[in-house]
């Protein structure tokens, strides 16, 4: 009886712990959720929204091409950006953990994350500044000679690319940064005395142990890279749309609230899609 009512008293605990954070939930997630689905199955008449409770948004998003290419310019920049990110993120978490004294590696890291210290927006302005036809980049080529025209960086998918790999490199050094310290040395020291040379340890060995920090760190990379608004619009403008640009146009100009949530509920499909493909190595790093 004494543990059936200490067990008891203890799962009341446990609620009164979890409870704050569902209701947090269900009132900032799953409700608003609710609402923009059922507003995707709407459609507006004049300035009125009426609720047609059919799949209509969704037929025209496939039968809309710029609609579906916002789709596609949105995952070709995140894949882009991803895969830049690993390449150049990896070998400067391996740099700070290996390469670097220990007690030199905080200040390392400090100095790596420094961008998350400064504003989003202010970022991406200076780098509209830095890729414009007058800034650093065209001014320094045209003074040593390289290039008599300014060239065309700014408003362009590059641009937007070169932003968010500012920004992304830092995340995932980070996380593959922690994966890097926490692997036992007599791993690859076992690997080594089995007769593997270095790039067979870092291939069979290193970089399976490290893969779930990198998928953790590009998964990261994915869903706020998807979603961004702020980067594409001010670094790649209006030449190519990506699909959070084009959500923002059917809010603000055309104040169609129906689309908008179907391109949304888009969105959260394509980055449920992503969890589910990179799920297995999540679970790894969890455990």
Not at 125 to 143: C, D, E, Q, R
Request: hydrophobic share 55%; with cysteine; charged share 10%.
């Amino acid at each position: 009886m004494a543990s059936a009512t200490l067990e008891t008293r203890e799962n009341r605990r446990a609620w009164g712990f979890v409870t704050p954070a569902l209701l947090w939930t269900v009132a900032f997630f799953v409700i608003p959720f609710i609402v923009m689905a059922a507003i995707s199955l709407a459609t507006r008449k004049g300035r009125e929204l009426v609720m047609a409770w059919n799949l209509d948004n969704y037929i025209a998003f496939f039968e809309k091409a710029h609609l579906l290419k916002g789709l596609f310019v949105s995952l070709e920049i995140t894949f882009t950006v991803t895969l830049i990110s690993v390449v150049l993120a990896y070998p400067l978490a391996w740099i700070i953990a290996e390469r670097i004294p220990q007690k030199w590696q905080r200040m390392a890291l400090i100095m790596a994350i420094l961008p998350f210290w400064t504003s989003y927006v202010v970022r991406s302005y200076s780098w509209l500044l830095v890729l414009a036809k007058n800034g650093v980049i065209n001014n320094t080529l045209m003074h040593i000679g390289l290039i008599a025209e300014p060239l065309e960086l700014a408003s362009t998918r590059s641009a937007t690319v070169i932003g968010f790999v500012h920004f992304f490199v830092m995340l995932l050094t980070l996380t593959i940064y922690a994966n890097l310290v926490q692997m036992p040395p007599n791993y690859r020291r076992a690997a080594a005395d089995l007769g593997a040379n270095g790039f067979q340890v870092f291939w069979h060995v290193v970089l399976p142990l490290t893969l779930p920090g990198i998928m953790v760190g590009a998964f990261l990379t994915f869903v706020l890279c998807i979603g961004d608004y702020i980067t594409p619009q001010i670094l790649g403008g209006n030449n190519e749309l990506a699909l959070p640009q084009i959500i923002m146009l059917q809010l603000g100009r055309r104040a169609d609230f129906p689309m908008a949530a179907t391109l949304s509920i888009i969105l959260m499909v394509v980055v449920t899609l992503a969890y589910i493909a990179c799920a297995r190595w999540l679970k790894m790093e969890r455990t």
